[in-house]
């Protein structure tokens, strides 16, 4: 047994920290975190969901097995539930310790019996519950539970992604009893291990929580508690100014970053680098003419990512070109691999006669698109407006109808919609974790372009159990090729994730994901 492993992934990230404290500082106790979420959770059910608006104001109310730690270029994953982890030279048995003395928000004592159903739900989950992450935990053969410290996970294949999920921040640790009683509890009381217990939710308003006195940690949480605060994007500048909220953890623009660091100088701190999650264009193929790989193929051979990129990246979100992977990752095609396929050629003229013959061919010279999108500003309202002007150019005609989250999570669950913006975004460079959106229905709870392409299945399937790193690169690599050039989901840009919060927010790391590092057990205020 291994005491609290810690695996660095810092060769799959760099960042450029513009401003970030120096030296280290004594934490202090107190206070109440305002921050502002420019978005409404979906559903409180951390299983179900695929979005920040969920992490940012739930997740601190719960723990995970494992967990994400440190800062942008240092990430690491140790023990959150766990105390200590164990894999079988063979790969197939992962055996987890746990800690004692753990108690849930009712009172009720943390045992080995609330991983194992917790897992179960995710894998397995019955009939009326929403598992988004069903497809990255099929491996999972058995969990067995020989005391109420330590739960044992047997696979059914090598799954080289393994460690990743056990520290996902989507997988909150439920309580056995409660989901006995009722297997969707979370979507109605929000009751975890946390550190924060959650008080109240103002729907339209606020979601506030306080500290849970009972916490592991003895010494944390160091704040009294939090206030949640749901904005639109463009309101973040003026309430970051005003004193209205200390942070906003999701990111700003260039521009936004510039206006506060002009207002408020040395009272802000900024931190930037690359983001695991980009805009994604999905198609609904059960729709036609959308099942018409030339119409799919026409849409993306429309946009002009590159000059897209350069113009977009000085006034929203995105940027970066790529495929299936973040811009400079180690899983990434090579630029002159990714510009052979559909959409990413440099010529936009030549790509642009491609698609309009592609479209003559299919049938559909005139075609008429209904594009269902967010109304989160950034980057999803100049992504969206992006699109439908790319299309324009090659006579495509768009409704571009923006949505609530609530509803545009309808129209991708309930198939209402022709075109959705949606993501990549997940919390790790990993092809396991950033497959799922792209896979069939048949294996996958967030496949919502509704394919069922299985070549997409047995690839994703094979590179997860692939051992030799050469090999499973291939693997990788031929599964991007053909998603991009199959366009059930088209990237358009990634993302660059610029930070900044009042100076007085303490014990905040920058990560490449806006997932992770969102629990608040070291987040402080200097005040």
């Not at 995710?122 to 929403?130: A, F, L, M, S, T």
């Not at 495929?323 to 691999?337: D, I, Y």
């Not at 048949?442 to 690839?459: E, F, N, Q």
């Not at 053909?482 to 930070?499: C, E, G, K, M």
Request: charged content about 25%; hydrophobic content about 40%.
């Amino acid at each position: 047994m291994r005491p609290k492993v810690a695996l660095s992934f810092a060769a799959l990230f760099a960042v450029a920290t513009l401003t970030s404290p120096a030296v280290a500082q004594t934490p202090k106790k107190g206070g109440i975190l305002n921050f502002a979420v420019v978005a409404e959770p979906p559903t409180t059910d951390c299983h179900a969901t695929t979005t920040f608006a969920m992490v940012h104001p739930v997740a601190p109310q719960y723990s995970t097995l494992l967990q994400f730690t440190g800062p942008h270029d240092n990430q690491k994953i140790e023990g959150d539930l766990a105390e200590s982890w164990d894999v079988s030279k063979d790969g197939l048995t992962y055996t987890f310790k746990l800690r004692r003395g753990v108690k849930f928000h009712d009172g009720s004592d943390f045992t080995s019996e609330d991983i194992k159903a917790t897992y179960e739900r995710i894998k397995d989950p019955v009939e009326g519950v929403i598992s988004a992450r069903k497809a990255q935990h099929q491996d999972i053969a058995s969990i067995e539970t020989p005391d109420p410290y330590t739960v044992i996970f047997k696979l059914s294949q090598v799954n080289m992604s393994m460690l990743l999920h056990f520290a996902s921040p989507f997988n909150c640790v439920y309580s056995a009893a409660k989901l006995k009683q009722n297997p969707k509890y979370p979507e109605t009381e929000v009751m975890g291990t946390g550190a924060f217990k959650f008080v109240e939710y103002v729907k339209g308003a606020t979601w506030t929580a306080e500290r849970f006195k009972d916490y592991f940690l003895k010494d944390r949480p160091y704040l009294d508690g939090y206030k949640a605060i749901f904005v639109r994007g463009n309101v973040v500048v003026n309430g970051l100014r005003g004193g209205q909220y200390d942070a906003e953890f999701r990111g700003r623009t260039p521009q936004e970053r510039d206006q506060l660091v002009a207002a408020m100088k040395d009272g802000v701190t900024v931190q930037e680098g690359p983001w695991v999650t980009n805009i994604l264009l999905t198609f609904n193929v059960e729709k036609k003419p959308f099942d018409d790989i030339r119409v799919r193929q026409a849409l993306t051979l429309a946009i002009d990512r590159w000059g897209g990129g350069e113009a977009l990246g000085k006034v929203s979100l995105i940027k970066g070109v790529s495929g299936a992977f973040r811009p400079g990752a180690s899983w990434s095609l090579s630029t002159a691999e990714l510009e052979k396929l559909p959409g990413f050629g440099r010529d936009i003229n030549k790509s642009r006669e491609e698609a309009k013959r592609l479209l003559k061919e299919a049938g559909h010279p005139n075609l008429k698109v209904k594009l269902v999108n967010r109304t989160i500003d950034q980057p999803f309202t100049p992504a969206g407006i992006y699109a439908v002007d790319q299309w324009k150019r090659i006579g495509v005609e768009t409704e571009h109808s923006q949505v609530e989250t609530k509803l545009w999570y309808d129209a991708m669950n309930n198939g209402t919609f022709d075109v959705v913006v949606q993501n990549i975004s997940d919390f790790a460079d990993d092809p396991t974790s950033q497959f799922n959106t792209l896979l069939s229905t048949k294996v996958s709870g967030i496949a919502y372009s509704r394919h069922t392409d299985t070549k997409l299945d047995d690839m994703f399937a094979l590179q997860s159990k692939t051992v030799d790193p050469a090999e499973r690169m291939k693997i990788v690599n031929d599964f991007e090729r053909y998603a991009l050039t199959q366009a059930y989901n088209i990237p358009l840009l990634w993302y660059q994730r610029i930070v900044v919060n009042n100076k007085k927010v303490k014990g905040w790391d920058l990560p490449p994901s806006h997932f992770v590092n969102q629990n608040l057990v070291n987040v402080w205020l200097d005040q």
